[in-house]
């Protein structure tokens, strides 16, 4: 097994919705080492960049504005298997389609405020931790 790295997003619904401390309990529970944690409030030009692979979407922009209208935590997770295992946690992108006991089925409220993101391959991870902390030497 190989030891990853992912970019995790807690995002403005959980936050503001007062769930970061729960979705940071199951990180620890499911043994993650958290390597860099911040909070900010992303700017629409910020939230574009990040999700500029999205671009060319119909929900593009509803999706920057979201992310842009309130605090997130941003987080690079460490475990074996990092990437997959943080998106099980999670769940499906939709939280009508997630299984029980996942992050978005149980906190998410639409395809669009669904809680949380995770990084979706090993290329991605690095620009996304890239993004966020950029010069960083993550140890
Ligand atoms: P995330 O995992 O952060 O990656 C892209 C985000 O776009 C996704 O979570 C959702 O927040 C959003 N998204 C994906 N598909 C749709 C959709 N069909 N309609 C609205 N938002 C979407």
């Known amino acids: ?3 990853e790295r992912t970019l995790a997003i807690i995002k403005p619904d959980a936050v503001g919705g007062g769930v970061s401390g729960e979705i940071l309990a199951r990180i620890h529970k499911a043994g993650f080492r958290i390597v860099a944690i911040k909070s900010l409030r ?4 910020e939230a574009e960049g990040f999700y500029a692979v999205h671009r060319s979407r ?5 999706l920057t504005t979201f992310m842009s209208s309130g ?32 992050i978005r089925r149980e ?33």
């Open 1 to 3: 097994m190989v030891i």
């Open 42 to 45: 992303l700017t629409k030009a």
């Open 107 to 139: 906190f998410g409220s639409s395809i669009q405020n669904n809680c949380t993101h995770g990084s979706d391959a090993p290329d991605t991870a690095t620009f996304e931790i890239g993004y966020f902390f950029p010069g960083v030497d993550l140890i």
């Open 58 to 62: 119909p929900f593009f922009a509803d």
């Open 71 to 102: 605090k997130v935590v941003v987080m690079v997770l460490e475990a074996e298997n990092a990437i997959a295992r943080w998106r099980d946690i999670m769940g499906a992108t939709d939280p009508a389609k997630a299984a029980p006991g996942t």
